[in-house]
C-alpha cells in the first residue's frame, strides 16, 4: 500500500519539480533575458537620450525624416529614456540609411505570354518590385564618445508596380508608383525602429 501511494504522488509533484528548476536556471544564466517584466533600460543605464536626424546616404530624399520620427515614437511610447535636445542628453542615438535599393521582379515581356495583355513585343515590364532598406544605428556616450551599442538592420518588402490597362501602355499612373514605394518606406521604417528599440533596451 505504501509503494502504490508514493509513486502516484511522485507523478504529481515531478512536473512542477522540472518547471521549478528550469525557471531558476534561466534566472540565473549570465544573460538572464526578463520574459517581459521589469524595467527596460538602455545601455550605460542612461536617462537622458537625443535623437538627431538620420544621416541618409540613399538616393531616397526625405526618407531619414520618416526613420527619425519613427524611432522618436518608439521612446516617447515606451518612456524608457527621456528623449532630450543634445546638450541635455547623457547618450546620442546616431542613425544612418546605409541603402535603400528597388528590385524588379516577375518581369513580363510582350507578346511571350498572355500575361503580359496588350504590351507590344519585345517590351519588358515588371510587375512587382522588392524593396531592400539597410540601417545602421549606434548609441553613443557623449561625455566620452564611447560606443554603447550597435545594430545593423536589413529588411526587405514586396509591393505591386501599376498595372497596364487594355487602353495602352502610357496609362501607368507614375504617381501610384511614387506612393506606394513611399507608403512601404513607412512601414518597414516603422517595423525597423521597433525592433531597434527593442534590442537596445533589453535587459541583460
Not at 9 to 19: G, H, I, K
Not at 47 to 59: A, D, E, G, Y
Not at 70 to 93: C, G, N
Request: net charge positive.
Amino acid at each position: 500500500m505504501l509503494r502504490r501511494s508514493v509513486i502516484p504522488s511522485f507523478r504529481r509533484s515531478f512536473p512542477a519539480a522540472v518547471a521549478i528548476l528550469s525557471l531558476l536556471a534561466l534566472l540565473s544564466s549570465g544573460c538572464a533575458y526578463r520574459l517581459g517584466w521589469g524595467p527596460r533600460t538602455l545601455p550605460g543605464g542612461a536617462n537622458l537620450v537625443s535623437i538627431p536626424i538620420f544621416k541618409n546616404r540613399s538616393q531616397e530624399t526625405g526618407v531619414e525624416v520618416v526613420f527619425t520620427q519613427a524611432l522618436l515614437q518608439e521612446f516617447l511610447r515606451s518612456r524608457v529614456a527621456r528623449v532630450v535636445d543634445e546638450p541635455m542628453a547623457e547618450v546620442r542615438l546616431e542613425g544612418e540609411i546605409v541603402s535603400i535599393q528597388y528590385r524588379q521582379e516577375s518581369p513580363l515581356e510582350g507578346g511571350k505570354s498572355a500575361a503580359a495583355g496588350s504590351l507590344p513585343a519585345k517590351t519588358v515590364l515588371a510587375s512587382q518590385y522588392r524593396i531592400v532598406m539597410d540601417v545602421d544605428i549606434r548609441l553613443v556616450r557623449r561625455a566620452d564618445g564611447e560606443n554603447l551599442w550597435q545594430g545593423r538592420f536589413v529588411q526587405e518588402r514586396p509591393y505591386e508596380a501599376p498595372k497596364v490597362t487594355p487602353a495602352g501602355v502610357n496609362t501607368v499612373n507614375p504617381l501610384y508608383n511614387l506612393s506606394a514605394r513611399r507608403q512601404n518606406l513607412e512601414l518597414m521604417a516603422n517595423d525597423m525602429m521597433v525592433e531597434a528599440h527593442s534590442r537596445m533596451s533589453e535587459n541583460f
